[in-house]
């Protein structure tokens, strides 16, 4: 390119130049979609689900709402506190989860649990009712709220084991420590920030927060935080009804609009047809005959009230009257009703028809559904009785050195906690199908009786004193043991022959008259 074009191109861009462009707008992050639904500001289209850990997922203001709405949920729901009740009762059932040392030291045994019940008498710091009633408190809220703290302390006075209860909303981490969010502190748990391991728990003092709020520290090693997380690095809790929020919100609102409806349709008794759609004052309608007739007139009113009766209304010429018949609720609605409420109650734990009943649930079916129910209550059992080991073995180490529980054995740390009885709507023909298991050898005493919710061994060593006891009465008056406690059917013709009266002849034998013709 020559020198002149170059300078050409110069001058022409000089007098000509290119207006500066405006600078681009950053876009703004989105903020990522709401995993838990049942919280505000749900969005109902399905956007980028961010991967993220269960700590960022489960935000301490989404953790509050849901359990705020859960709280709310079973104060204002038949169907939640049938529920509810449900589960206390099958979880823990109404003694709680009964405790069964399993030490080969069976005296010790014996006395290792008298002093356990009689420590759950008096075992609450703050409360006049005992553990085994707390035990269906804790069931309940921990299905309600997701958790429940249990510290335990010791007592002012006596200096005997006790235990505190504490709501899950009151811990929360300390205004001044807000900037360790994250770090060291997740939603007022307290962290190690290598091993990520919990210390304690940071527990609000009052359950209304002031300006001059003030925080407790509970060691993690003395307070069980009972939870059961569903996700890994999950350490706060989540109650079991989170994933069904709105369905049971719907059924709530549902049940309102239809409830409106019929009372609106059930006040309405007849309709009035008329030519212009309006009623007149001079038209009559709705008027009884007599009313309507000239008062001065009593011939025609008898006559009219003697063919047609005295209610009779009379109405103009082109009226019609109506009986207003309702179609509310309607069949449809019930349908849609039952089908969210099984969304609800499936997404909760439980098939509607253990809670609500359900026509056309034959009794195979309904067994189907009772046996799930099992499985999901011995779930709950058994992760409640890992947490009640815990104050177990803290209440007997305590007993043991406190010298009330002597020549403890070097295996005092076993037991086992037994669940309260299972649903059971077929007994006898589910005893006849448990016989037959243990006849084919496919079952195990364990498992027969913790259906029940008793312990199978101590059941054994019950029923072998029993045995004893009806022995030595039986030696006594010189009977049989069969004739004193029946425990076999099948034992009085297995044992001794009882001799038969000699006045009556033999069945068994054929008559001597007989033989001799």
Known sequence: MSISTRLSAALSAFRNPTPPQAPRKPTPPQAPRNVYPGTPSIQRSRGIVPLQSARRDLTPFRRRQIQALSRDLESSDG???????????????????????????RDWNLLAKESWKNWQRYGNLVSLQGFEQDQSLIARTWLVDGGVFLNRTFSPDSGRPRYQLIEAHRCETPWSRVGDEGKSIIDGVEVDPVTMRPLGYWIRI????????SWMFLDAQYCDHIYEPSRIGQYREIGIFYAVLNDYLDLQELQGYEMGAAKDNASITRTITTQTGEIEEESGIGASLRKETDPDDEDRDIYYRNVLGAETVVLKAGDELKEHRSDRPSVSVQQFWDYVLERATAGSGLHAAILVSRPGVNGTVMRAYLDMANDWFRARSAALAGYFGRVCEWVIENEIKSGNLKNAPADWRAWKFTAPKA?????????????????????????VYGRSGRDWEEAFWQKGYEMSVAQKVADHYGLRRAEIIRLDPNELSAGEPVDPDPSKPDPSKPDEKEDEE
């Open 423 to 447: 649903i059971n709507v077929d007994i006898g023909r589910n005893s006849a199908a448990t016989i037959a298991e243990l006849g084919a050898g496919v079952t195990t005493y364990d498992e």
């Open 206 to 213: 009052g359950d209304t927060p002031t300006v001059e709020q």
């Open 79 to 105: 169907i939640v506190n049938a529920f509810l009740d449900k589960a206390e009762q099958y979880i823990v059932g109404p003694r709680g989860l009964q405790l069964a040392p399993n030490t080969k030291d």
